[in-house]
């Protein structure tokens, strides 16, 4: 059913992917399913290595995600990026707490982040970018424990980081913003955490760039041992540049920024890239 709905609500499917999808032809003989070797149940659409899978990637598929994609509760990997689906994300999506893997970048989604989506405790990848989300990010976000890559460039989000974010300790990459201007941004404001540096000890990469936060660069910095790429550039920070400890790429260009005489740039032992 919840397939059957998925299939109402695009409008548009230019390469007929879905035309053996239809109440006279069993739904394990559709195109790109696979069910269970003896059960009658769909565990996988389109093969990609997950026990259970709904893989719609890259079509040319416009119209809702429905809200019966909430009833598939063993559901891991969910993934309609670079298509051109709009309305906003279904709160029902919520309801598949299995899932570890929630793609829905590239599309035309508007309205808020749901507001349960800490209810997702297993995603370990999200990738929202490329919409047209707005509001702030909701504080549930510091729910996702398990989640290791956050992706929420190129919307229209707004407000602060929410100090909750630095509970997820398995937090490797973190995207709120972007390497260089463009039509679509996000205008998150407000200074950092100042704990995220302490808590979040497998950090990689912080791409924060192109956004309206203010303030000091907190001095914890060094304490993120893993750091390797840390972006901040036009933004609107003040203060001294603390030493940043061992970086591959650093991003500091149109902020409002100073360093101390006594520490110059080998001292933050930089390595690779300066902007």
């Excluded at 919840?2 to 069993?26: M, Q, R, Y």
């Excluded at 793609?103 to 919409?131: A, D, H, V």
């Excluded at 890559?149 to 974010?165: A, C, K, V, Y």
């Excluded at 750091?227 to 991003?251: C, E, M, Q, T």
């Amino acid at each position: 059913m919840a397939l059957i709905k998925f299939k109402e609500s695009i409008s548009s499917d230019p390469n007929g992917i879905l035309l053996s999808w239809n109440t006279s032809t069993h739904f394990c003989n559709w195109y790109g399913i696979t069910c269970h070797p003896t059960l009658p149940r769909v565990t996988q659409l389109n093969l990609q290595g997950h026990k259970r899978t709904f893989e719609l990637a890259n079509n040319s598929f416009y119209g809702n995600i429905p809200l019966e994609v909430g009833r598939l509760s063993q559901l891991q990997k969910f993934n309609v990026e670079n298509n051109t689906l709009v309305g906003e994300i279904p709160l029902n999506l919520t309801h598949c707490t299995q899932l570890k893997t929630l793609y829905l970048y590239g599309n035309n989604l508007r309205g808020k982040i749901p507001t349960k989506i800490g209810l997702l405790r297993n995603i370990q990848f999200l990738n929202f970018s490329q919409n047209h989300l707005t509001g702030e990010i909701p504080s549930s976000i510091g729910n996702l424990s398990s989640i290791t890559h956050l992706f929420l460039t190129h919307n229209n989000l707004e407000g602060d980081i929410p100090q909750e974010i630095c509970h997820l300790k398995s937090l490797m990459i973190v995207t709120f913003g972007i390497n260089k201007l463009k039509a679509i941004e996000n205008q998150l404001s407000g200074c950092l955490p100042p704990n995220m540096f302490h808590t979040l000890q497998n950090l990689q990469v912080l791409e924060l760039s192109v956004n309206r936060f203010s303030g000091p660069i907190p001095p914890s910095i060094p304490n993120a041992s893993t750091l390797l790429l840390l972006a901040l550039s036009y933004n609107h920070f003040v203060g001294r540049i603390p030493s940043l400890g061992k970086l591959h790429d650093l991003h500091l260009s149109k902020n409002n920024l100073g360093y101390n005489s006594t520490n110059d740039f080998g001292v933050f032992k930089i390595i690779g890239k300066l902007y």
